[in-house]
């Protein structure tokens, strides 16, 4: 990879880099794509049409908490380990996530990784498009048999936080809380994709639309621009941070981001607006 200034640069990887270690025993590449429901597109059909070859699928509404019925919230380590040996993934294996649209989904793999103590997690820089753009192949169909390994997760619950943490910010504030939707959306000025939603922001937060961390072709800005950004949000290392958006998927973007600035470890509201703008009870700003 090019120099561009990564404190954690081994959190991305290029397609070439990809391309050289394809087919390693010790690697998992992982298409994890997630469409808004707005959008009208299934990502495992998607997968079956066209992934990078050896790909498996990783659907994160499947592999969740199922007592709740807010959308993929991080499921109990026991499901997740489970999850992870049908992937064929072992505490050992390097896994590379990648989404269909670039940069949309794909950090949401690399922070479940993390808040489950793996380490060893990283995203494809400007995801299938660019593997694509590149000339490299794809291949089609169903994925192929994983091989059997032994998944222990070591959870760190300090990178999630819940309804209870972001409501205790809003009464007595500590941390920046930065919000990763377009800024439309964050002003209340669009409708939000999930339906019954309000529409707003937390009082308080600040908003960073996970599009301009990327460039046009949906890799990750330089270390500098990125810390610019982050701490144009408010997100310098001088407060602790959490991030939130929709439903916690693009939140992530911005937990990558600002570990490749070399910043401290940023939080995820896991339910995100998806929770605290489906109820009635909390509250919301405009504007």
Request: proline share 9%; aromatic share 6%; hydrophobic share 45%.
């Given at each position: 990879?090019?120099?561009?200034?990564?404190?954690?640069?081994?959190?991305?990887?290029?397609?070439?880099?990809?391309?050289?270690?394809?087919?390693?025993?010790?690697?998992?590449?992982?298409?994890?794509?997630?469409?808004?429901?707005?959008?009208?597109?299934d990502g495992f059909a998607?997968?079956?049409?066209?992934?990078?070859?050896?790909?498996?699928?990783?659907?994160?509404?499947?592999?969740?908490?199922?007592?709740?019925?807010?959308?993929?919230?991080?499921?109990?380590?026991?499901?997740?380990?489970?999850?992870?040996?049908?992937?064929?993934?072992?505490?050992?294996?390097?896994?590379?996530?990648?989404?269909?649209?670039?940069?949309?989904?794909?950090?949401?793999?690399?922070?479940?990784?993390?808040?489950f103590g793996h380490d060893?997690?990283?995203?494809?820089?400007?995801?299938?498009?660019?593997?694509?753009?590149?000339?490299?192949?794809?291949?089609?169909?169903?994925?192929?048999?994983?091989?059997?390994?032994?998944?222990?997760?070591?959870?760190?619950?300090?990178?999630?936080?819940?309804?209870?943490?972001?409501?205790?910010?809003?009464?007595?504030?500590?941390?920046?809380?930065?919000?990763?939707?377009?800024?439309?959306?964050?002003?209340?000025?669009?409708?939000?994709?999930r339906p019954g939603m309000?529409?707003?922001?937390?009082?308080?937060?600040?908003?960073?639309?996970?599009?301009?961390?990327?460039?046009?072709?949906?890799?990750?800005?330089?270390?500098?621009?990125?810390?610019?950004?982050?701490?144009?949000?408010?997100?310098?290392?001088?407060?602790?941070?959490?991030?939130?958006?929709?439903?916690?998927?693009?939140?992530?973007?911005?937990?990558?981001?600002?570990?490749?600035?070399?910043?401290?470890?940023?939080?995820?509201?896991?339910?995100?607006?998806?929770?605290?703008?489906?109820?009635?009870?909390?509250?919301?700003?405009?504007?």
């Amino acid at each position: 990879m090019e120099d561009r200034g990564y404190a954690n640069p081994e959190a991305l990887v290029t397609v070439e880099e990809l391309a050289a270690v394809l087919g390693a025993p010790d690697l998992a590449v992982i298409d994890i794509t997630k469409y808004l429901p707005n959008e009208d597109r299934d990502g495992f059909a998607e997968y079956r049409r066209a992934h990078i070859p050896g790909a498996r699928y990783l659907d994160i509404d499947a592999v969740a908490d199922r007592s709740t019925r807010l959308p993929h919230m991080l499921p109990p380590p026991a499901e997740f380990a489970a999850a992870m040996e049908a992937l064929g993934i072992a505490n050992a294996t390097r896994v590379v996530f990648y989404d269909q649209k670039g940069m949309s989904s794909a950090a949401r793999g690399w922070w479940m990784m993390r808040a489950f103590g793996h380490d060893r997690a990283a995203v494809l820089d400007g995801g299938l498009p660019a593997w694509i753009a590149a000339g490299h192949a794809t291949e089609a169909g169903d994925p192929q048999p994983a091989p059997a390994t032994v998944y222990a997760p070591a959870f760190r619950p300090w990178l999630v936080k819940d309804i209870r943490d972001v409501l205790g910010n809003v009464t007595e504030p500590h941390a920046v809380l930065v919000d990763a939707r377009p800024a439309a959306r964050f002003r209340g000025e669009a409708p939000e994709p999930r339906p019954g939603m309000r529409s707003g922001h937390v009082p308080g937060s600040t908003n960073l639309p996970h599009a301009a961390l990327l460039n046009a072709d949906a890799t990750f800005r330089p270390a500098a621009e990125l810390r610019a950004l982050l701490r144009e949000a408010g997100v310098d290392g001088t407060r602790p941070a959490i991030a939130a958006c929709g439903s916690g998927v693009t939140a992530c973007a911005i937990a990558l981001a600002a570990h490749l600035a070399g910043l401290p470890d940023v939080a995820v509201y896991d339910g995100s607006w998806a929770e605290w703008g489906g109820r009635g009870d909390t509250p919301v700003v405009t504007g």
